[in-house]
């Protein structure tokens, strides 16, 4: 019998109610909590499962049995003080600088004093013939050392296309992402990799925790062209020029800085016409009649107009003329806190001193 000629019947039609019905009450009663269950999209590392890989590692490399001996005794079997995830990345390191000249020259550059502003040659770990266990490894290794030397640009390249899957320290890869993306001025980036990071809050390392906890707060405030968004831009400007980058990124980043406060300052100015017209004496008491144009209004003044000046400098960073510098930082000084002008005004000292400096350092 087919399904048409079965559902002619009364009696088969009823038993597929009965059936519906049947499976209408095993869904509802499926435990809500199953169909909305939060998994994290990573796993922080154990001791075990990191010494695993590396032993797994030091087995198949063309070593020594000496090089061999040195790297087991780096991970003994039952390690009752394993640490976090940074100490296993730091040991991991350890483990191929004994290895690997190249890594050993890495290694120990990223444990001498920095004296810049050229940071340990790592482009060999772009080498994609070299195991990803070494060389994913020991980009992050070298990301955490760039994160303590500011040179955030660096930290987003080392650590691009890896996932947390992909090394012993899955925190310490979205943390100095998140750190970089924030003190690039990148809030939305620097979000992504937060809320990631937050996913393991419960097994977050207590520094990276309260790290986080201040970031999601500051981040939460900041809203894009403020003169708090403005400030930080600048603030970032500063940090390149002191480490030695002084080039096109910083001047299409200077670019940006004074384009935005020229937006500012022309809405400002926009405001305070309307504001003049507004509260012009006689406003609402203003006869119909015409006024010959030679004729001033009795006891009034003429109306106040602001002439609209373009203060970006295109051709020279920091070089406003001194009269229009002053006009703009009135403007902003009226609508925000005295220290945003006190930081306006360093910086475009600061970008003055810069103006003779090469372009292309």
Same mark, same amino acid.
Request: glycine share 4%.
């Given at each position: 019998?087919?399904?048409?000629?079965?559902?002619?019947?009364?009696? &088969?039609?009823?038993? /597929?109610?009965?059936?519906?019905? @049947?499976?209408?009450?095993?869904?509802?009663?499926?435990?809500? +909590?199953? %169909?909305?269950?939060?998994?994290?999209?990573?796993?922080?590392?154990?001791?075990?499962?990191?010494?695993?890989?590396?032993?797994?590692?030091?087995?198949?490399?063309?070593?020594?049995?000496?090089?061999?001996?040195?790297?087991?005794?780096?991970?003994?079997?039952?390690?009752?003080?394993?640490?976090?995830?940074?100490?296993?990345?730091?040991?991991?390191?350890?483990?191929?600088?004994?290895?690997?000249?190249?890594?050993?020259?890495?290694?120990?550059?990223?444990?001498?004093?920095?004296?810049?502003?050229?940071?340990? &040659?790592?482009?060999?770990?772009?080498?994609?013939?070299?195991?990803?266990?070494?060389?994913?490894?020991?980009?992050?290794?070298?990301?955490?050392?760039?994160?303590? +030397? %500011? !040179?955030?640009?660096?930290?987003?390249?080392? !650590?691009?296309?890896?996932?947390?899957?992909?090394? /012993?320290?899955?925190?310490?890869?979205?943390?100095?992402?998140?750190?970089?993306?924030? *003190?690039?001025?990148?809030? =939305?980036?620097?979000?992504?990799?937060?809320?990631?990071?937050?996913?393991?809050?419960?097994?977050?390392?207590?520094?990276?925790?309260?790290?986080?906890?201040?970031?999601?707060?500051?981040?939460?405030?900041?809203?894009?062209?403020?003169?708090?968004?403005? @400030?930080?831009?600048?603030?970032?400007?500063?940090?390149?020029?002191?480490?030695?980058?002084?080039?096109?990124?910083?001047?299409?980043?200077?670019?940006? /800085?004074?384009?935005? !406060?020229?937006?500012?300052?022309?809405?400002?100015?926009?405001? *305070? *016409?309307?504001? %003049?017209?507004?509260?012009?004496?006689?406003?609402?008491?203003?006869?119909?009649?015409?006024?010959? =144009?030679?004729?001033?209004?009795?006891?009034?003044?003429?109306?106040?107009?602001? &002439?609209?000046?373009?203060?970006?400098?295109?051709?020279?960073?920091?070089?406003?003329?001194?009269?229009?510098?002053?006009?703009?930082?009135? *403007?902003?000084?009226?609508?925000?806190?005295?220290?945003?002008?006190?930081?306006?005004?360093?910086?475009?000292?600061?970008?003055?001193?810069?103006?003779?400096?090469?372009?292309?350092?």
């Amino acid at each position: 019998m087919n399904i048409r000629t079965l559902t002619n019947s009364t009696a &088969d039609r009823q038993s /597929v109610k009965l059936l519906s019905l @049947a499976v209408f009450v095993v869904v509802a009663n499926v435990p809500a +909590h199953a %169909q909305v269950a939060f998994q994290a999209s990573w796993e922080p590392r154990t001791y075990e499962q990191v010494r695993e890989e590396v032993m797994g590692w030091v087995d198949d490399a063309p070593l020594t049995e000496e090089i061999r001996l040195q790297a087991r005794s780096l991970w003994p079997a039952a390690n009752l003080r394993a640490g976090d995830g940074s100490s296993l990345l730091e040991r991991v390191a350890e483990t191929f600088a004994l290895a690997n000249p190249a890594a050993r020259e890495l290694f120990e550059a990223c444990n001498t004093e920095f004296a810049g502003p050229i940071p340990p &040659d790592a482009d060999w770990l772009a080498d994609e013939s070299l195991p990803k266990v070494l060389r994913y490894n020991l980009r992050l290794y070298y990301a955490r050392w760039l994160t303590h +030397h %500011q !040179l955030y640009d660096e930290v987003l390249e080392a !650590l691009a296309e890896i996932a947390p899957s992909e090394v /012993v320290d899955p925190a310490g890869l979205l943390f100095y992402r998140m750190i970089a993306h924030h *003190q690039l001025v990148e809030p =939305d980036e620097s979000r992504l990799a937060l809320e990631k990071l937050m996913e393991q809050e419960d097994r977050l390392p207590r520094r990276y925790l309260q790290v986080a906890q201040l970031l999601r707060r500051d981040l939460a405030g900041l809203k894009d062209e403020s003169l708090d968004h403005v @400030a930080r831009r600048m603030n970032d400007v500063r940090r390149r020029l002191d480490i030695g980058r002084a080039g096109k990124q910083v001047q299409v980043d200077e670019k940006g /800085v004074v384009d935005s !406060l020229d937006r500012m300052i022309k809405k400002l100015e926009q405001q *305070q *016409q309307q504001q %003049q017209q507004i509260s012009q004496p006689g406003g609402s008491n203003r006869s119909s009649k015409p006024m010959p =144009d030679s004729q001033l209004p009795s006891g009034g003044k003429p109306p106040m107009k602001v &002439d609209q000046r373009d203060i970006g400098n295109q051709s020279g960073w920091g070089d406003l003329p001194a009269k229009e510098r002053e006009q703009a930082l009135q *403007q902003i000084g009226r609508e925000y806190p005295a220290h945003y002008r006190e930081l306006i005004e360093q910086y475009f000292r600061e970008l003055a001193d810069e103006t003779n400096s090469d372009p292309t350092k």
